[in-house]
Protein backbone atom coordinates (compact mmCIF):
# COMPACT_ATOMS: atom_id res chain seq x y z
CA UNK A 1 0.00 0.00 0.00
CA UNK A 2 1.62 3.17 -1.33
CA UNK A 3 1.50 5.18 1.91
CA UNK A 4 1.47 8.62 -0.17
CA UNK A 5 -1.60 7.15 -1.35
CA UNK A 6 -3.28 6.46 2.76
CA UNK A 7 -1.65 9.89 3.40
CA UNK A 8 -4.45 11.63 0.81
CA UNK A 9 -7.22 9.35 2.17
CA UNK A 10 -6.50 10.40 5.74
CA UNK A 11 -6.56 14.42 4.60
CA UNK A 12 -9.73 13.86 2.90
CA UNK A 13 -10.98 12.42 5.58
CA UNK A 14 -10.40 15.01 7.87
CA UNK A 15 -10.82 17.88 5.32
CA UNK A 16 -14.43 16.98 3.62
CA UNK A 17 -13.26 17.91 0.27
CA UNK A 18 -11.01 17.15 -2.60
CA UNK A 19 -10.48 20.56 -3.57
CA UNK A 20 -8.85 21.20 0.21
CA UNK A 21 -7.23 18.30 0.14
CA UNK A 22 -5.03 19.62 -3.18
CA UNK A 23 -4.70 23.09 -1.79
CA UNK A 24 -3.10 21.75 2.02
CA UNK A 25 -1.12 18.95 -0.10
CA UNK A 26 0.41 21.14 -3.15
CA UNK A 27 -1.62 19.03 -6.20
CA UNK A 28 -4.26 19.20 -8.18
CA UNK A 29 -7.46 17.44 -7.48
CA UNK A 30 -7.23 14.94 -10.34
CA UNK A 31 -4.48 13.85 -8.54
CA UNK A 32 -6.21 13.71 -5.40
CA UNK A 33 -9.15 11.71 -7.34
CA UNK A 34 -6.74 9.47 -9.22
CA UNK A 35 -4.54 8.44 -6.33
CA UNK A 36 -7.54 7.47 -4.19
CA UNK A 37 -9.00 5.62 -7.27
CA UNK A 38 -5.44 3.60 -7.31
CA UNK A 39 -5.57 3.22 -3.35
CA UNK A 40 -8.89 1.24 -4.00
CA UNK A 41 -7.93 -0.78 -6.44
CA UNK A 42 -4.98 -1.69 -4.29
CA UNK A 43 -7.00 -3.25 -1.38
CA UNK A 44 -10.06 -4.09 -3.39
CA UNK A 45 -12.53 -1.74 -2.04
CA UNK A 46 -14.62 0.81 -2.76
CA UNK A 47 -13.39 3.73 -0.54
CA UNK A 48 -15.82 6.94 -2.16
CA UNK A 49 -19.29 7.35 -2.84
CA UNK A 50 -20.84 10.16 -4.55
CA UNK A 51 -23.14 12.75 -2.40
CA UNK A 52 -24.79 15.11 -5.24
CA UNK A 53 -21.39 17.15 -7.14
CA UNK A 54 -18.95 15.99 -3.67
CA UNK A 55 -18.11 12.52 -2.65
CA UNK A 56 -17.56 11.23 0.99
CA UNK A 57 -15.60 7.86 2.23
CA UNK A 58 -17.58 5.39 2.34
CA UNK A 59 -17.61 3.03 5.34
CA UNK A 60 -14.97 1.10 4.94
CA UNK A 61 -13.34 4.09 3.08
CA UNK A 62 -13.51 5.59 6.77
CA UNK A 63 -12.47 2.59 8.49
CA UNK A 64 -8.95 2.74 6.81
CA UNK A 65 -8.56 6.34 6.71
CA UNK A 66 -9.20 5.27 10.93
CA UNK A 67 -5.87 2.83 10.42
CA UNK A 68 -4.25 5.00 8.41
CA UNK A 69 -3.76 7.56 11.43
CA UNK A 70 -1.70 4.77 13.65
CA UNK A 71 0.45 3.93 10.00
CA UNK A 72 1.38 6.83 9.17
CA UNK A 73 2.59 7.39 12.75
CA UNK A 74 4.21 4.91 12.48
CA UNK A 75 5.81 5.36 9.45
CA UNK A 76 7.25 8.93 11.18
CA UNK A 77 8.61 7.18 13.68
CA UNK A 78 10.12 4.88 11.81
CA UNK A 79 12.06 7.16 9.97
CA UNK A 80 12.78 9.40 12.95
CA UNK A 81 14.19 6.37 14.49
CA UNK A 82 16.16 5.69 11.30
CA UNK A 83 16.96 9.35 11.07
CA UNK A 84 20.96 9.69 12.53
CA UNK A 85 20.26 13.63 13.17
CA UNK A 86 16.70 12.76 14.81
CA UNK A 87 16.69 13.43 18.53
CA UNK A 88 17.27 9.88 19.88
CA UNK A 89 14.32 7.94 21.19
CA UNK A 90 13.96 4.09 21.51
CA UNK A 91 14.16 1.16 24.15
CA UNK A 92 18.19 -0.33 24.42
CA UNK A 93 18.20 -3.81 25.72
CA UNK A 94 21.30 -3.92 27.41
CA UNK A 95 22.81 -7.22 29.16
CA UNK A 96 26.20 -7.08 31.09
CA UNK A 97 27.91 -8.47 34.70
CA UNK A 98 26.86 -6.69 37.52
CA UNK A 99 29.52 -4.81 38.34
CA UNK A 100 29.50 -3.14 35.27
CA UNK A 101 25.68 -2.36 35.97
CA UNK A 102 25.65 -0.72 39.29
CA UNK A 103 29.33 1.24 37.94
CA UNK A 104 28.45 2.68 34.34
CA UNK A 105 24.94 1.87 33.55
CA UNK A 106 22.78 2.86 36.99
CA UNK A 107 24.68 6.31 37.31
CA UNK A 108 23.13 6.98 33.67
CA UNK A 109 19.54 6.56 34.40
CA UNK A 110 19.24 10.24 35.74
CA UNK A 111 20.93 11.59 32.73
CA UNK A 112 18.08 9.73 30.47
CA UNK A 113 15.03 11.14 32.20
CA UNK A 114 14.93 14.03 29.76
CA UNK A 115 15.66 11.96 26.52
CA UNK A 116 12.97 9.56 24.75
CA UNK A 117 15.67 6.89 25.42
CA UNK A 118 14.47 3.94 27.61
CA UNK A 119 16.65 1.26 29.07
CA UNK A 120 15.99 -2.45 29.47
CA UNK A 121 18.76 -3.92 31.86
CA UNK A 122 19.56 -7.69 32.53
CA UNK A 123 22.47 -9.01 34.51
CA UNK A 124 24.40 -11.62 32.37
CA UNK A 125 28.01 -12.72 32.63
CA UNK A 126 30.01 -12.23 29.58
CA UNK A 127 29.78 -15.56 27.12
CA UNK A 128 25.46 -15.22 28.20
CA UNK A 129 25.66 -11.51 27.07
CA UNK A 130 27.71 -12.07 23.91
CA UNK A 131 25.40 -15.31 22.96
CA UNK A 132 22.08 -12.69 23.13
CA UNK A 133 23.61 -10.35 21.15
CA UNK A 134 24.53 -12.49 18.45
CA UNK A 135 20.98 -13.47 18.63
CA UNK A 136 19.73 -9.98 18.16
CA UNK A 137 18.30 -10.03 21.32
CA UNK A 138 19.85 -7.06 23.32
CA UNK A 139 21.67 -4.23 21.97
CA UNK A 140 24.46 -3.57 23.99
CA UNK A 141 26.75 -5.71 26.03
CA UNK A 142 29.23 -5.36 28.76
CA UNK A 143 31.51 -8.08 29.39
CA UNK A 144 35.00 -8.50 30.75
CA UNK A 145 37.96 -10.53 30.40
CA UNK A 146 41.36 -10.11 32.31
CA UNK A 147 44.79 -8.96 30.91
CA UNK A 148 45.88 -12.78 31.22
CA UNK A 149 43.07 -14.54 29.40
CA UNK A 150 41.40 -11.94 26.87
CA UNK A 151 38.24 -12.44 25.53
CA UNK A 152 38.02 -12.59 20.99
CA UNK A 153 34.98 -10.29 19.65
CA UNK A 154 35.78 -11.81 16.01
CA UNK A 155 34.10 -9.48 13.29
CA UNK A 156 31.05 -9.96 14.58
CA UNK A 157 31.41 -7.44 17.17
CA UNK A 158 32.48 -3.87 18.03
CA UNK A 159 33.99 -3.35 21.61
CA UNK A 160 35.19 -0.13 23.18
CA UNK A 161 37.01 -0.60 26.28
CA UNK A 162 35.22 0.95 29.35
CA UNK A 163 37.48 0.80 32.57
CA UNK A 164 40.07 -1.75 34.36
CA UNK A 165 40.57 -2.59 38.34
CA UNK A 166 42.88 -4.82 39.60
CA UNK A 167 42.12 -7.68 41.54
CA UNK A 168 43.55 -9.85 44.23
CA UNK A 169 44.39 -13.18 46.39
CA UNK A 170 41.61 -13.99 48.90
CA UNK A 171 43.09 -15.99 51.28
CA UNK A 172 42.18 -16.84 54.91
CA UNK A 173 42.73 -14.02 57.25
CA UNK A 174 45.85 -15.71 59.10
CA UNK A 175 47.43 -16.60 55.86
CA UNK A 176 51.12 -14.03 56.08
CA UNK A 177 52.34 -13.71 52.32
CA UNK A 178 55.67 -11.77 52.09
CA UNK A 179 56.27 -9.56 49.29
CA UNK A 180 56.31 -11.48 46.10
CA UNK A 181 55.37 -11.43 42.38
CA UNK A 182 52.06 -13.08 41.51
CA UNK A 183 53.57 -16.19 40.50
CA UNK A 184 55.41 -16.90 44.25
CA UNK A 185 52.17 -16.42 45.64
CA UNK A 186 50.56 -18.14 43.78
CA UNK A 187 53.02 -20.95 44.35
CA UNK A 188 52.29 -20.42 47.92
CA UNK A 189 48.90 -21.51 47.85
CA UNK A 190 49.18 -24.44 45.19
CA UNK A 191 48.48 -27.00 48.07
CA UNK A 192 44.78 -25.01 48.59
CA UNK A 193 41.80 -25.78 46.88
CA UNK A 194 40.76 -23.13 44.53
CA UNK A 195 37.22 -21.06 44.13
CA UNK A 196 36.05 -19.91 40.83
CA UNK A 197 33.02 -18.54 38.93
CA UNK A 198 30.38 -20.73 38.41
CA UNK A 199 29.03 -19.35 35.44
CA UNK A 200 32.35 -17.56 34.28
CA UNK A 201 35.49 -19.45 33.17
CA UNK A 202 37.68 -16.01 32.70
CA UNK A 203 39.08 -16.45 35.94
CA UNK A 204 40.06 -20.19 36.13
CA UNK A 205 41.47 -19.62 33.30
CA UNK A 206 43.82 -16.91 34.92
CA UNK A 207 44.09 -18.98 38.24
CA UNK A 208 45.43 -21.70 35.72
CA UNK A 209 47.95 -19.81 33.67
CA UNK A 210 49.54 -18.50 36.60
CA UNK A 211 49.55 -21.98 38.22
CA UNK A 212 51.56 -23.37 35.36
CA UNK A 213 54.14 -20.39 35.58
CA UNK A 214 54.87 -21.84 39.09
CA UNK A 215 54.75 -25.47 37.58
CA UNK A 216 51.45 -27.38 39.10
CA UNK A 217 47.84 -27.37 38.34
CA UNK A 218 45.38 -25.48 40.60
CA UNK A 219 42.63 -27.76 42.49
CA UNK A 220 39.67 -26.34 41.98
CA UNK A 221 36.87 -27.20 44.14
CA UNK A 222 34.50 -25.20 44.32
CA UNK A 223 32.77 -22.69 42.05
CA UNK A 224 30.37 -19.66 43.20
CA UNK A 225 28.98 -16.37 41.27
CA UNK A 226 28.63 -14.26 44.10
CA UNK A 227 31.61 -12.73 45.02
CA UNK A 228 30.20 -12.59 48.45
CA UNK A 229 29.84 -16.24 48.42
CA UNK A 230 33.63 -16.60 47.51
CA UNK A 231 34.53 -14.73 50.78
CA UNK A 232 32.31 -17.03 52.82
CA UNK A 233 34.03 -19.87 51.39
CA UNK A 234 37.57 -18.47 51.86
CA UNK A 235 36.40 -17.05 55.49
CA UNK A 236 35.46 -21.03 56.26
CA UNK A 237 38.93 -22.03 54.97
CA UNK A 238 37.32 -24.12 52.09
CA UNK A 239 39.74 -22.57 50.02
CA UNK A 240 41.42 -19.79 48.45
CA UNK A 241 39.81 -17.40 44.81
CA UNK A 242 40.24 -14.16 42.94
CA UNK A 243 38.33 -11.29 44.48
CA UNK A 244 38.84 -7.70 43.47
CA UNK A 245 40.71 -4.59 45.22
CA UNK A 246 38.50 -1.64 46.81
CA UNK A 247 36.01 -4.64 47.85
CA UNK A 248 35.43 -4.37 51.86
CA UNK A 249 36.79 -8.19 52.86
CA UNK A 250 34.64 -9.96 55.92
CA UNK A 251 36.84 -11.09 58.93
CA UNK A 252 38.53 -13.87 57.97
CA UNK A 253 39.27 -12.58 54.99
CA UNK A 254 42.56 -11.73 53.69
CA UNK A 255 43.36 -10.10 50.40
CA UNK A 256 46.52 -10.24 49.00
CA UNK A 257 47.78 -7.98 46.12
CA UNK A 258 48.57 -9.32 42.90
CA UNK A 259 51.76 -7.39 40.98
CA UNK A 260 54.16 -8.64 38.44
CA UNK A 261 52.05 -8.91 36.40
CA UNK A 262 48.91 -7.54 37.93
CA UNK A 263 45.72 -9.27 37.48
CA UNK A 264 43.76 -6.89 35.68
CA UNK A 265 40.12 -7.11 35.28
CA UNK A 266 38.95 -5.09 31.98
CA UNK A 267 35.22 -4.20 30.91
CA UNK A 268 34.30 -3.45 27.70
CA UNK A 269 30.93 -2.27 25.90
CA UNK A 270 30.17 -3.86 23.22
CA UNK A 271 27.41 -4.09 19.83
CA UNK A 272 26.74 -5.68 16.96
CA UNK A 273 29.06 -4.83 13.98
CA UNK A 274 27.31 -1.88 11.93
CA UNK A 275 25.14 -0.84 14.83
CA UNK A 276 26.83 1.81 16.72
CA UNK A 277 25.29 4.51 14.83
CA UNK A 278 21.52 4.08 15.87
CA UNK A 279 20.96 7.19 17.81
CA UNK A 280 19.73 5.71 21.20
CA UNK A 281 22.44 2.93 21.05
CA UNK A 282 25.03 6.08 20.32
CA UNK A 283 23.73 8.10 23.05
CA UNK A 284 24.21 5.48 26.03
CA UNK A 285 27.21 4.48 24.28
CA UNK A 286 28.46 8.14 24.08
CA UNK A 287 27.61 8.79 28.19
CA UNK A 288 29.17 5.78 29.40
CA UNK A 289 32.61 6.97 27.87
CA UNK A 290 31.84 10.29 29.33
Known amino acids: METRRLELLVALA ?19 SQQIAALARETGTELLEPVGRRVRLTPAGRRLADHGLTILAAVDAARADLDPGAEPAGTVRVAGFATAIRRSLLPLLGSLEDTQVRMLV ?49 VPGESTVDDLSTVD ?16 DAD ?16 IVHRADSLDLVQDLVAAGLGVGLLPEGMPMRSGVRLIPLREPEVLLRAFAVVGRGRAAWAPLALIADRLMG
Open 14 to 32: RLGSMREVADEMGVTTSTV
Open 122 to 170: AEHEPIEALDLLAEDAIDLALVYDYALAPLTFGNRFEATPLWTARWGLG
Open 185 to 200: IVDRHRDHDWIVNSRN
Open 204 to 219: ERVVAALAAHAGFTPR
